[in-house]
């Protein structure tokens, strides 16, 4: 089982993540932030290179559903 939490300060703009799972370095695998953009968590098992193709496509304008 693995468990993501992430989070927007909207007085700071401060981006958090954080992921717990019984997988060995699910944290260098699974969450991804970019500043002034968001915050991505995939899962335990996972290809690793989702999170930044996530992120490219919101900054790029893309939503959340499209990126």
């Known amino acids: 089982m693995t468990l ?6 909207p007085e700071s703009g401060q981006l958090g993540i954080a992921i717990s799972s019984s997988s060995i370095a699910v944290g260098a695998r699974c969450p991804w932030l970019l500043a002034g953009v ?3 968590s995939s899962q335990n098992i996972t ?3 989702l999170g930044p193709q996530i992120l490219a496509g919101l900054e790029a304008g893309l939503t959340p559903q499209q990126a």
Not at 4 to 9: E, G, P, R, V, W
């Open 4 to 9: 993501s939490i992430s989070a927007l300060c």
């Open 38 to 40: 968001g915050a991505v």
């Open 47 to 49: 290809l690793p290179a």
